[in-house]
């Protein structure tokens, strides 16, 4: 059976397993993954991941974070599928849930959680926008 949408497939096994309260979860590799798996361990949601290779077949061990017994990550979904695909200019993205949430936006300069570009605003007056592709909470 091939994998139609392999991001999809990463946020579910997350989901999944924070549900299950299990420690970590082996994902598939790609940079696409190891991208989003980086903004997220910046914005808190993740404690870290590992890149493991075994016989040539890249996989990824992403070790997921509690607080007080309760996962950090209460909900974590795709945004933008390959059947519908959400652009926003930097004005456009609004904060999630009151800036309770984070929304992982892949822009022209890399991948970045919405705080992150909001701080580069500030600080370096660069204004970026892209395809939202994760919403976290």
């Keep these: 059976m091939s994998m139609q949408y392999p991001l999809a497939?990463?946020?579910?096994?997350?989901?999944?397993?924070?549900?299950?309260?299990?420690?970590?979860?082996?994902?598939?590799?790609?940079?696409?993954?190891?991208?989003?798996?980086?903004?997220?361990?910046?914005?808190?949601?993740?404690?870290?991941?590992?890149?493991i290779d075994s016989d040539g077949k890249k996989s990824?061990?992403?070790?997921?974070?509690?607080?007080?017994?309760?996962p950090v990550i209460s909900d974590i979904q795709c945004v933008s599928k390959p059947s519908?695909?959400?652009?926003?200019?930097?004005?456009?993205?609004?904060?999630?849930?009151?800036?309770m949430g984070t929304?992982?936006?892949s822009t022209s300069k890399g991948v970045f959680s919405d705080h992150e570009l909001r701080d580069m605003q500030r600080t370096d007056k660069i204004?970026?926008?892209?395809?939202?592709m994760v919403s976290v909470v």
């Design 9 to 51: 497939d990463m946020l579910t096994r997350i989901r999944n397993a924070t549900r299950a309260k299990k420690h970590s979860v082996v994902v598939s590799f790609s940079v696409l993954h190891t991208n989003i798996l980086d903004a997220l361990v910046r914005g808190g949601y993740v404690s870290k991941y590992v890149v």
């Design 127 to 132: 204004r970026l926008g892209g395809e939202i």
């Design 103 to 105: 929304y992982i936006v």
């Design 60 to 70: 990824i061990e992403v070790v997921l974070k509690y607080y007080q017994n309760a």
């Design 84 to 99: 519908l695909r959400i652009y926003k200019s930097f004005e456009e993205i609004l904060p999630l849930l009151g800036g």
